[in-house]
């Protein structure tokens, strides 16, 4: 079968930093990616690693490693707006359909 | 601006009406996508098409059929609903292609909240 395994809560304090790690079983492997999802709206696109390593973005960081089958989303300088869900998902296919896993809610609070 | 629109915010329907769940995007994506999310299970992927006329199973089919006359619209059909499809339904749409993130990226729509009485 085909499984993300992440946490389902995590907490903090503002200013502090947080990583939420993704572990994945999948027959196809075409990149990870992160997406946040606030109460009650879409979910958006955070970042994405096809490659082994880090790639940042701004106050968020995405690694990937292949051979462990895992990676993790690193939140840094965390903000109350930071409070959400967020879900990693595999892609076994370029551009074509990702499986996610059940989503951490991140609760940030002062 | 990117956009995917779907038809309703909220919907409430009878338990054995047939539901239409409509869903557009002005992005000229060959990737569409429906999604349920239910609390504690996640995103769990209904169908998708990659192409007009196309459609491939996701996980979780059952109930649900679906129609992709157009590419800018892609539609979710509950042939006869039922109590245990009450949940959100959320639309998705991206290119299709190279490995590269912008062609891996999924747009998604403000999602249908479906309640089946």
């Known amino acids: 079968g085909q499984s993300l395994e992440q946490p389902s809560e995590v907490t903090a304090v503002e200013g502090a930093i947080v990583q939420i790690n993704c572990t994945y079983q999948t027959s196809g492997f075409y990149g990870l990616s992160w997406y946040q999802q606030h109460d009650g709206g879409a979910p958006t696109f955070l970042s994405y690693n096809a490659l082994d390593g880090l790639e940042e973005t701004g106050r968020f960081s995405s690694f990937l490693s292949r051979s462990d089958s895992y990676g993790y989303l690193l939140l840094q300088e965390l903000q109350m707006k930071d409070s959400a869900s967020y879900f990693c998902?595999?892609?076994?296919?370029?551009?074509?359909?990702?499986?996610f896993g059940k989503g951490t809610t991140l609760s940030v609070s002062s | 601006d990117v956009k995917v629109t779907q038809s309703s915010r909220y919907l409430v329907k009878r338990t054995g009406e047939k539901v239409f769940l409509e869903c557009v995007q002005d992005?000229?994506?060959?990737?569409m996508f429906w999604y349920r999310q239910d609390p504690g299970l996640g995103l769990r992927l209904i169908y998708f098409s990659y192409d007009v006329k196309m459609k491939e199973k996701g996980d979780i089919p059952e109930g649900y059929s679906v129609s992709r006359e157009k590419k800018e619209r892609f539609s979710l059909i509950l042939e006869s609903a039922s109590t245990n499809q009450t949940s959100m339904y959320l639309c998705a749409s991206s290119f299709a292609g190279a490995n590269q993130p912008a062609y891996n990226e999924q747009f998604f729509g403000p999602g249908t909240r479906l309640t089946v009485l």
């Open positions: 992005m000229d994506h060959e990737n």
């Open positions: 998902a595999v892609g076994s296919q370029a551009g074509t359909a990702l499986i």
